[in-house]
């Protein structure tokens, strides 16, 4: 079980969509096979129209309910990008005023570290080992940085409470954006969704085999429409893969802007 959720969670945006769209195709053919024998037997149709209104507006509801929350989350990650910058533009600011050699040392490593988040942030799809080998970089990054602010408050730097508090900033401001990467829709939610999505095909195809004029093209429109809708929402769900990627534009300005 924890398999399909992992697989469910890293799915491709396009293939989920184009699945999607297959398996309510699968689904609306099974529900007007079912219509067809119920037509049959002489089934009422006032009773299936009601359910197939019925299960329309749950899938509505719960289409606008996943993407919105895919939505709020791919805000976050971008506001924590925002602030994530800003931390480090602070601490670069702070080792322009430290003596040498600790400021020089220091500001080369707040730039690696900024040239290694635009890096990461570019990258098409990064492998789960890519991302553990960068967080390990981060990690021996900021140890190498504590150690600096140490000698450089050791020698008696006048801005050691400023030079303290951006250092704790960057730090929080890295667990924050590591925390919103992370942070995702519950696999359970999009599998209820898909669920749904092919529950509610199936009954508009029971219902459209009691039609004289079912509307094939309507029903082909909206598969279509539901499979994007989908497509778009697991796009905006995922932050390393997909179109929809959080723009790395804040920190590339940053990077540009320290000089060497």
Known sequence: ??????????????????????????????????GRRGRARGAAQVTESKLGDASLAILGLLLAFTFSMALNKYDRRRDALVSDANAISDLYTCASLIPEPQGGKLRALVRDSTRLRVEIGNTASPTNEEIRQALGRFDAMVVRMT???????????????????????????????????RDRLPSGTMLLLAVAACLTSALVGREQASSKNPSLAGTGAFIIIVSLTVCVTVDLNHPTRGVIRTSQEPMERLLQSMKP
């Open 1 to 34: 079980m924890d398999a399909l959720w992992t697989w469910i969670a890293d799915a491709d945006p396009w293939l989920t969509g184009a699945m999607l769209g297959a398996l309510m195709a699968a689904g609306w053919y099974a529900g007007w096979r079912w």
């Open 147 to 181: 150690d600096l602010v140490r000698e450089s408050i050791a020698n008696g730097t006048p801005i050691a409470g400023p030079l303290t508090l951006a250092l704790n900033e960057v730090q929080s401001a890295q667990a924050t954006r590591l925390a919103a990467i």
